[in-house]
């Protein structure tokens, strides 16, 4: 299974960004799909996520009310639209597939995208 992150780019504070994750090999429809970031210089961080059915989202307190996952399984696709852009999202952003386990557990993961940059300017 492949991971192909896409839709970074360079933006200015308070504007938008719609990232997408496409997974190619097997359908990831069983997978919750959750998104992380890493600035420069900082660890990784768990962004957002979406269970298998898209019934549900969860957040990070620091992205919650700008950020929203949404997954569409027919294309075996993921997205994470930004919006209200802050320069301390600036990061290169990963999307990220597991069966069970925890957005909290990086064990959990089974499959990882390559990254994608976003650079927010102020």
């Known amino acids: 299974v492949q991971l192909q992150a896409s839709g970074g780019g360079f933006v200015q504070a308070g504007g938008s960004l719609r990232l997408s994750c496409a997974a190619s090999g097997r359908t990831l429809s069983t997978y919750a799909l959750d998104w992380f970031r890493q600035a420069p210089g900082k660890e990784r961080e768990f962004v957002g996520g979406?269970?298998?059915?898209?019934?549900?989202?969860y957040y990070a307190d620091s992205v919650k009310g700008r950020f929203t996952v949404s997954r569409d399984n027919t294309k075996n696709m993921v997205y994470l639209q930004m919006n209200s852009l802050k320069p301390e999202d600036t990061a290169v952003y990963y999307c990220a597939a597991r069966r069970g386990g925890s957005y909290l557990y990086i064990g959990s993961y089974e499959y990882w995208g390559q990254g994608t940059l976003v650079t927010v300017s102020s």
């Open positions: 979406i269970t298998w059915s898209g019934g549900s989202t």
